[in-house]
C-alpha cells in the first residue's frame, strides 16, 4: 500500500448487481490515481455479487471486502466508513461506473483550493458503452458553506445533493453518518457534511456515470417507502432552524412543501388503501405552511399556490399544467 496522507477510501455498497458489479470495479482500479483503497460492502447479496467482489480481492491487494447481512445502502456506506483508512471518502454505487481521471481531478481541485469537498458533474446513460461528452470550457466554482446550502435550491441540486460525485475529507464524518434503514439517505445525509465544511469546489465536467436501471428511484414506481422523505425533512427543517439564516430556511420550507405535495399525488395515484398516508401528507402541508407563512424571507406567490393546494389539490394542479 502507498503512503496513507492522500489515500483514498472508496466505498462501494454491493447488493445483487452482478450484471454490472465488474465494470463498476474495474473503473475504481483504472484510475489514474493509484493510492486508493477500494472497500467493496457486500450487503447480503443474493446473487453471485458477493463471489465477484471475493474474486478482485484476489487480483488486487487495494481491496478490502465486507460481507455483512441485509441492512440497505446507508448501513452499507456506514460499514465502509467504519474500516476506512484514508484521509478522504468517496462513494460509488456498484451500478455505476467512472472515468479513469475522476478521482485525480476531485483531489487535484480539494488541494488547489483548499477545499473539505470537491464534486464533478455526472453523465446519465442506460448504455455501458456509452463516453461522456467532450466539453470545452470547464467551469470550477467554489462555494462557502453558507452558500452551498444554497446550491440544494437551484440548478445544481442533483450535483450537490448525491453522495457519489464527491471526494471528502475524511473527518467532516466523524460525528456524521447516513441514516439506517431510510431511503433518501444523500438527502438526509449531504446538508449536514456541506455545513460543516469551510469550502466546496465544483466542476462542470461530468465524471461519472449515472447508469439509468429499472431500479433506479428515478425510473421506479414510487411506494410508501418513498415517504422516508418525510422524516428527512422533519429533521433537515430543524436542522435548518438552528443556523439562523432566513433565506435558507425559507428555502427548506418551499422545497419541503413542493416535496410533500408531490408525495401527496403520487400516493394519491399509486398507493391503494392510502387513506392514512394522505392525513399525514396533509397535517405535514399544514404544518410546514404555517411555518412558511411566518417566515421572513416568504415569498406571496409561493404563499397563493400552497393556499391553492390546501384548498383544493386538483385545482392545484390544473394551474401547474396550465
Known amino acids: 500500500m502507498e503512503n496513507t496522507k492522500d489515500l483514498i477510501s472508496v466505498i462501494v455498497p454491493v447488493y445483487n448487481v452482478e450484471k454490472y458489479l465488474p465494470q463498476c470495479i474495474d473503473s475504481i482500479l483504472n484510475q489514474t490515481e493509484k493510492n486508493l483503497e477500494i472497500i467493496l460492502v457486500d450487503d447480503g447479496s443474493l446473487d453471485n455479487s458477493g463471489k465477484i467482489c471475493d474474486e478482485f480481492s484476489k487480483k488486487d491487494d ?36 467512472l472515468d479513469k481521471t475522476m478521482y485525480e481531478v476531485l483531489l487535484k481541485l480539494l ?17 455501458s458503452n456509452d463516453s461522456i461528452p467532450h466539453i470545452d470550457n470547464e467551469i470550477i466554482n467554489s462555494y462557502n458553506n453558507i452558500e452551498s446550502l444554497n446550491n440544494f435550491y437551484n440548478g445544481l ?54 447508469r439509468i436501471t429499472p431500479n433506479s428511484i428515478t425510473t421506479s414506481k414510487f411506494n410508501k417507502k418513498r415517504l422516508d422523505i418525510i422524516d428527512v425533512y422533519d429533521e433537515k427543517v430543524k436542522f435548518i432552524k438552528n443556523i439562523n439564516n432566513e433565506e435558507i430556511y425559507s428555502k427548506t420550507l418551499k422545497w419541503y412543501l413542493f416535496k410533500l405535495i408531490n408525495c401527496y399525488f403520487e400516493c394519491s395515484n399509486n398507493i391503494e388503501n392510502n387513506t392514512e398516508y394522505l392525513t399525514l401528507i396533509n397535517h405535514k402541508v399544514s404544518e410546514t405552511y404555517k411555518s412558511y407563512i411566518q417566515s421572513n424571507k416568504k415569498q406571496l406567490h409561493w404563499i397563493i399556490l400552497f393556499s391553492i393546494f390546501k384548498m383544493n389539490p386538483k385545482l392545484y394542479k390544473k394551474l401547474l399544467r396550465s
Open 62 to 97: 487495494r481491496i478490502i471486502v465486507i460481507h455483512k447481512k441485509n441492512n440497505g445502502l446507508s448501513s452499507a456506506r456506514n460499514a465502509g466508513l467504519e474500516i476506512a483508512r484514508g484521509n478522504y471518502i468517496g462513494f460509488v454505487d456498484s451500478d455505476d461506473w
Open 157 to 210: 441540486y442533483t450535483q450537490t445533493v448525491v453522495a457519489w460525485n464527491k471526494l471528502y475529507k475524511r473527518e467532516l464524518f466523524k460525528d456524521i453518518s447516513y441514516p439506517v434503514g431510510k431511503i433518501h439517505e444523500d438527502e438526509g445525509t449531504t446538508y449536514k457534511l456541506y455545513y460543516k465544511a469551510n469550502k466546496i469546489t465544483y466542476t462542470n465536467r461530468p465524471l461519472y456515470y449515472y
Open 111 to 127: 488541494k488547489e483550493n483548499n477545499s473539505d469537498i470537491s464534486c464533478c458533474d455526472f453523465f446519465k446513460t442506460a448504455n
